[in-house]
């Protein structure tokens, strides 16, 4: 699905259905969720409608009540043949429309199939998107990189192919004269399905390229920025690092992994890595899609979970960040909670937080002041499994003092006779590659 008449379509109105499954403060978290997903979209909402559901499985997904409703708000552009009215239609619904604007799209807090996508936009007349129609878009716009390109050209290919159709609704023309007998729909299937298998190919030889990188970079400390969207990760990774690098108020800001030096720098050199945010009920093929982005974490020394502190429903956030990291295997990394945006908390909310988080570090990415002490937690872990070791190097002994100093903490260093003397702090590896420097 592209939005193609998107400039157009600026007024939506959101659709969210209670089912028995789904608690009410879960349904008003996610609707407020999907609200910032359509505007960051570029919509502007313009009205939220909900309604308690046994199932989304209706062809209307609402009662024909509400579907009634949905047309008055849409400027009734739909086909009446989709409208059936069912006195009997005795669900509970709400609505919440602030002034009587028309809206132009209609989005549900659901997924919907490719038959009630297409059943709704006859009746409405309008554009009807579902969540993960939405969160695709989003994605297909952020995406930078060659690598989150082809990620989201192939979730959103995934998506598109059941809701593919002929173009003359359900016809079954036969295209004479080209032997095969395929019908248009068939023929559109099938070159999604080819363009699938050569972005696939496209993305493996890609990832071979990030994989290589990764491997080179294997011996440097590494840590690396997860959590939910909006947490503050970028923030967080703008302040550590000295870079600019995009923070937005918006959902899914970052879609490509970068990777930047601690600034100031340490030595050895400590590299941070800023990630894609996670979100509730991520599509199942962008979930597929991201595990690559999120091997920066599979191989990080130290996890960094940012949460946005100040957002009552940060838990269940953590909770999902938790269930897609498990997924992709970093029970072995060691881990460290950062409860983010401080600033927006007051004394006794800090510290009730504290102590229902004991291990975590309460901080704002806007406080220089937590910045450094971050950074010299970072810096410590970093240096926690390391040896101090004294070396003597000659002073005709060339190139290896630049080793040292590039890749060890430098305690001490006194000159005498037989050459410098230093005592250093290094991780294993980096003092075995000095030592052999040393006796060649
Ligand atoms: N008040 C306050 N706002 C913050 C803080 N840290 C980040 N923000 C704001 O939160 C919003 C999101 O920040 P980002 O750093 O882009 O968040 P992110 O986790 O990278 O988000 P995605 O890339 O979308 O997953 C921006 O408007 C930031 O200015 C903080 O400590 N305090
Ligand atoms: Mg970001």
């Given at each position: 699905?592209k939005?193609?008449?998107s400039?157009?379509?600026?007024r939506?109105?959101?659709?969210?259905?209670?089912?028995?499954?789904?608690k009410?403060?879960?349904?008003?978290e996610?609707?407020?969720?999907?609200?910032?997903?359509?505007?960051?979209l570029?919509?502007?909402?313009v009205?939220?409608?909900?309604?308690?559901?046994?199932?989304?499985?209706k062809?209307t997904?609402?009662?024909?009540g509400?579907l009634q409703?949905?047309v008055?708000?849409?400027g009734?552009?739909?086909?009446?043949?989709?409208?059936?009215?069912?006195?009997?239609?005795?669900?509970?619904t709400r609505s919440?429309?602030?002034?009587?604007?028309?809206?132009?799209v209609v989005?549900?807090?659901?997924?919907?199939?490719?038959?009630?996508?297409?059943?709704?936009?006859?009746a409405?007349?309008?554009?009807?998107?579902d969540r993960?129609?939405?969160i695709?878009?989003?994605?297909?716009r952020?995406?930078?990189t060659?690598?989150?390109?082809?990620?989201?050209?192939?979730?959103?290919?995934?998506y598109?192919?059941?809701?593919?159709?002929?173009?003359?609704?359900?016809?079954n023309?036969?295209?004479m004269?080209?032997?095969s007998?395929?019908?248009?729909?068939?023929?559109n299937?099938?070159?999604?399905?080819?363009?699938l298998?050569?972005?696939?190919?496209?993305l493996?030889?890609?990832?071979?390229v990030?994989k290589d990188r990764?491997?080179?970079?294997?011996?440097?400390?590494?840590v690396a920025l997860v959590?939910y969207?909006?947490?503050?990760?970028s923030?967080?990774?703008?302040?550590?690092?000295?870079?600019?690098?995009?923070?937005?108020?918006k959902?899914f800001?970052?879609?490509?992994?970068?990777?930047?030096?601690?600034q100031p720098e340490?030595?050895?050199?400590?590299?941070?890595?800023d990630?894609?945010?996670f979100?509730?009920k991520?599509?199942h093929?962008l979930v597929?899609?991201?595990?690559?982005?999120l091997d920066?974490?599979?191989?990080a020394?130290?996890?960094l979970y940012?949460v946005?502190?100040?957002?009552?429903?940060?838990?269940?956030?953590?909770?999902?960040?938790?269930?897609?990291?498990?997924?992709?295997?970093v029970e072995?990394?060691?881990?460290l909670?950062?409860?983010?945006?401080?600033?927006?908390l007051?004394d006794?909310?800090?510290?009730?937080?504290?102590?229902?988080?004991?291990?975590?570090?309460?901080m704002?990415s806007?406080?220089?002041?937590?910045?450094?002490?971050?950074?010299?937690r970072?810096v410590?872990f970093s240096?926690?499994d390391?040896?101090?070791?004294?070396?003597?190097?000659?002073?005709?002994a060339?190139?290896v003092?630049?080793?040292?100093r590039?890749?060890?903490?430098?305690?001490?260093e006194?000159?005498?006779?037989a050459?410098?003397?230093?005592?250093?702090?290094?991780?294993?590896?980096?003092?075995?590659?000095v030592?052999k420097?040393?006796?060649?």
């Amino acid at each position: 699905m592209k939005l193609t008449k998107s400039v157009a379509l600026d007024r939506a109105l959101l659709v969210s259905i209670r089912t028995p499954k789904i608690k009410d403060d879960e349904a008003a978290e996610s609707l407020a969720e999907l609200k910032r997903l359509v505007t960051t979209l570029g919509f502007r909402v313009v009205g939220t409608q909900s309604q308690r559901q046994s199932s989304t499985s209706k062809i209307t997904v609402v009662g024909s009540g509400k579907l009634q409703e949905l047309v008055q708000l849409t400027g009734n552009r739909g086909a009446e043949d989709y409208i059936e009215v069912d006195h009997d239609d005795i669900t509970e619904t709400r609505s919440d429309v602030s002034s009587f604007e028309l809206a132009d799209v209609v989005v549900f807090d659901c997924d919907l199939s490719p038959a009630q996508l297409r059943h709704l936009g006859n009746a409405l007349g309008v554009e009807v998107l579902d969540r993960t129609g939405v969160i695709i878009e989003i994605f297909s716009r952020h995406a930078r990189t060659r690598s989150a390109k082809l990620q989201v050209e192939i979730a959103r290919l995934n998506y598109q192919v059941p809701r593919l159709r002929d173009a003359d609704d359900g016809g079954n023309e036969r295209f004479m004269g080209q032997g095969s007998g395929e019908s248009e729909l068939e023929i559109n299937r099938r070159r999604v399905r080819d363009r699938l298998a050569e972005l696939r190919h496209e993305l493996v030889d890609v990832e071979r390229v990030m994989k290589d990188r990764r491997s080179q970079r294997v011996e440097q400390f590494s840590v690396a920025l997860v959590g939910y969207t909006n947490a503050g990760k970028s923030s967080t990774m703008r302040a550590l690092t000295g870079s600019e690098i995009l923070v937005q108020d918006k959902l899914f800001a970052t879609l490509d992994t970068t990777v930047r030096a601690l600034q100031p720098e340490t030595h050895p050199r400590i590299l941070v890595s800023d990630t894609v945010g996670f979100i509730k009920k991520l599509p199942h093929d962008l979930v597929a899609s991201f595990h690559s982005t999120l091997d920066e974490a599979r191989d990080a020394s130290l996890l960094l979970y940012v949460v946005d502190a100040a957002d009552p429903g940060f838990r269940s956030q953590l909770q999902v960040v938790n269930e897609v990291l498990e997924e992709i295997g970093v029970e072995d990394i060691p881990k460290l909670l950062l409860l983010n945006k401080s600033d927006q908390l007051n004394d006794d909310q800090k510290k009730s937080l504290m102590e229902e988080f004991p291990d975590a570090m309460m901080m704002s990415s806007r406080n220089p002041a937590d910045i450094t002490l971050l950074h010299e937690r970072i810096v410590t872990f970093s240096e926690s499994d390391m040896q101090e070791e004294e070396l003597l190097v000659p002073y005709t002994a060339k190139g290896v003092i630049g080793e040292i100093r590039a890749n060890m903490r430098v305690l001490k260093e006194d000159y005498d006779q037989a050459g410098i003397r230093l005592q250093v702090r290094s991780g294993e590896l980096e003092l075995r590659r000095v030592k052999k420097m040393l006796e060649a």
